[in-house]
């Protein structure tokens, strides 16, 4: 495909799923990237139908994943914004359906699924990866770059947090999901922290591990403390807990010369929720009142943080299809192998924490 060719062809995508993922995250990032045209989205909720319909002129909407498949012919890409244990079929039949594939996070349930996914996909020379999204949140981009500027020295440990106080489960899947189904916090919040951790130090081992359901009708875990020691020398203590009624820092990273503390949490995702568009010239910048906090006591900073960049995910994917998709020396938004290592320190974290 010549150049001119690629910037012409629009990527016609299917949504599976219209719910907080579907509705929040993937369709107004697709509908705000001009490589993209936002074809088909399956719902079998009335009312989410209703709301897309009402949001996306003239998209098609159908019940199931199956029904998308049905389309294939008329699509290039399927996104999943499915329960996890849905995730490996569905993107079996999608790729095997001849199409390239998202995959949101966790990728699968186990780890070998998720192998088995990338090397279908290989056979097939389909474009497979996943949305690990907080790779773009705009704090993460800012300790990114503190630490690939050396700003704190040599890292020694890392404190890594999402607490939420969520006494009930608002989810029916989720209040039915064990963790064999892929339900758990560990699955769902422990997907991002792993993988940040993983990004920003590099392979490591679970050396400690803490899964406990304090909710009455939580089926897996919701409130999980795992440490990871990677090769780099560096310690990572992970925590996720949805019952937590005084949040900790997101961010605590202490260094040889300094550290780094951040409060609050990324604005995307509410700002999205609220029905914002990545397009807003405002999107993506954090309140200058949520500043982290950068250097020794006594002689702290206030450091303005990146602004987050969730559409990054669909441009660097874009550029990926349009270049040549599997054949094409583009790399990759996440390489699935990357969430394969992330579902390992999970397994991993599950079978110390018993």
């Not at 319909?53 to 998209?59: K, L, P």
């Not at 995730?87 to 996070?105: F, I, R, S």
């Not at 807003?280 to 309140?287: R, S």
């Not at 599997?326 to 320190?345: C, G, H, I, W």
Request: charged share 25%; proline share 5%; with cysteine.
């Amino acid at each position: 495909m010549t150049g001119t060719e690629a910037s012409q062809r629009t990527i016609r995508t299917a949504v599976v799923g219209f719910g907080l993922s579907g509705s929040v995250f993937h369709a107004p990032l697709i509908a705000a990237d001009p490589s993209y045209s936002l074809n088909v989205i399956a719902t079998s909720d009335a009312g989410r139908e209703s709301a897309a319909t009402e949001r996306y002129e003239g998209v098609k909407t159908v019940p199931d994943g199956q029904a998308v498949l049905a389309h294939a012919h008329e699509l290039d890409l399927v996104v999943l914004g499915t329960p996890p244990a849905t995730h490996y079929p569905l993107a079996k039949a999608a790729l095997e359906a001849g199409l390239d594939v998202v995959v949101d996070k966790p990728f699968t349930v186990t780890s070998g699924e998720g192998q088995e996914l990338i090397a279908l996909a290989g056979e097939l020379g389909r474009v497979l990866t996943v949305f690990q999204n907080r790779r773009w949140d705009g704090d993460f981009l800012t300790l990114r770059k503190l630490i690939a500027a050396e700003a704190l020295g040599k890292v020694t440990r890392f404190e890594s947090r999402f607490e939420r106080w969520s006494p009930a489960i608002a989810k029916a899947w989720k209040a039915r999901a064990t963790a064999a189904d892929g339900g758990g916090t560990l699955f769902d919040l422990g997907s991002h922290l792993i993988d940040q951790a993983l990004q920003l130090f590099g392979p490591a081992a679970v050396v400690h591990a803490e899964l406990k359901a304090r909710r009455s009708d939580e089926r897996a875990d919701d409130d999980v403390f795992v440490v990871l020691r990677h090769e780099s020398g560096v310690f990572s203590h992970l925590t996720m807990n949805m019952l937590c009624a005084q949040q900790g820092p997101r961010f605590r990273v202490l260094g040889s010369v300094g550290g780094f503390t951040k409060k609050g949490v990324d604005p995307q995702e509410p700002y999205m929720a609220a029905g914002g568009s990545p397009l807003d010239a405002d999107y993506g910048e954090e309140a200058p009142e949520w500043a982290g906090l950068l250097g020794r006591d006594g002689h702290l900073d206030a450091l303005p943080t990146e602004r987050g960049a969730y559409p990054e995910f669909y441009r660097i994917l874009a550029a990926k299809i349009l270049d040549g998709g599997a054949t094409s020396a583009a790399p990759l938004p996440v390489d699935p192998e990357d969430a394969v290592e992330t579902l390992k320190l999970i397994e991993a974290a599950r079978k110390w924490a018993h």
